[in-house]
């Protein structure tokens, strides 16, 4: 049973930066790609970025350059550091993963299986 546990949320200035932990337990499962997404109240749930197996990175148009993904293989946790933080970036964060390889790029959140419960994260102007 794959079990997805974000931490890290919370509230910041505008500027400032936050990192994200996806506590991952994935056994026997394997996960080929690996994301990030976010929804705000009234909007659809939009992808943020993502981390294949191979090591390959995409990352949302608003986000690209602010944001990094990453994964600690030995631990099992998958982050989102996100820097120079905007309130427009408030939103409810899921950790998500699918067992499926994906087209490349930003996908829709339909194709990934398996997804955490979410974090708040507040940015204040």
């Known amino acids: 049973q794959v079990q997805l546990v974000e931490s890290g949320g919370g509230s910041v200035q505008a500027g400032g930066s936050l990192r994200l932990s996806c506590a991952m337990s994935t056994v026997p499962v394997r996960l080929y790609v690996m994301g990030w997404f976010r929804r705000t109240p009234g909007k659809e749930r939009e992808g943020v970025a993502r981390?294949?197996?191979?090591?390959?990175?995409a990352y949302a148009d608003s986000v690209k350059g602010r944001f990094s993904i990453s994964k600690d293989n030995a631990k099992n946790i998958l982050y989102l550091q996100m820097n120079s933080l905007k309130p427009e970036d408030s939103a409810m964060y899921y950790c998500?993963?699918?067992?499926?390889?994906?087209?490349?790029?930003?996908?829709?959140?339909?194709?990934?299986?398996?997804w955490g419960q979410g974090i708040q994260v507040s940015v204040s102007a």
């Open positions: 981390l294949d197996s191979d090591g390959v990175t």
């Open positions: 998500a993963g699918a067992h499926n390889p994906l087209l490349p790029g930003i996908v829709d959140d339909l194709w990934y299986h398996h």
